[in-house]
């Protein structure tokens, strides 16, 4: 396994202004899972991909990475951990306006001092169908590219998994679908494991575990029937 979240909660302020974004969530994610968590604006889905991923710590819980209780590392090691292991991909592609979809792609290598590894990136761009693009700044990309190279950056430090939030939230319908499709193509041929966060049920049912959430509460495992691997 690897990902075990046990019991994460999250409360936002105090008092009159408390917030349970979210409450007691359990999720196991197995090497090679592709994830869809489910609910509407403000249900904490963020909130819940913020603490899978380490970039925000629970009010309780605990959060496991094969035998690494990630809560426990430090901020130093914990960013390293996230930039080793993580991809990100986010709605509003988050790409540099003034550097070319190849540099946007190279960006995270560089930040951390690490060599360009030309040839991964052209694999990359290959596989994502924007080679054709790379020398283009994102203004002269369709939101389909853009998120194309958002999800290229994502991979180019080969992490283990890629959160994705509200990836097709800007997109047509699709383009949305594209985007998906090439994410379980990732999947499929990269051996990555994908956690995709939606309020799009279209969006939702191209995962294989199907997970919602609700006021804070995650449940389900909708499409499948995996005993135990959610537990409530
Ligand atoms: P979603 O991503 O599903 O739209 P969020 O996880 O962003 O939902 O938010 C869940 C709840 O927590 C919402 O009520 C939101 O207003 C609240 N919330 C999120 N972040 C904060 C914060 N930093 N401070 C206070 N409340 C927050
Ligand atoms: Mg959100």
Redesign the pocket.
Known sequence: MLIKAKNLSKI??SGENQ?I??QEANLEIDAGDFISIM??????????LHLLSGLDMPTSGSLFYGEQDVYCLNDAKLSAFRRKKIGFVFQQFNLLPVLTARENILMPLLLDGKKEEAAYCDQLMELLGIKERMTHLPHELSGGQKQRVAIARALIAKPDIIFA?EPTGNLDSKSGEEVMRLLADIREKMGKTIVV?T?DERIAQMAKRRFT?TD?ILSGESGTTRKGRLQK
Do not use: E, F, N
């Open positions: 936002y302020g917030v974004a979210l609910g509407p604006s403000g249900s904490g889905k963020s909130t819940l939030d966060i309020h959430i804070g």
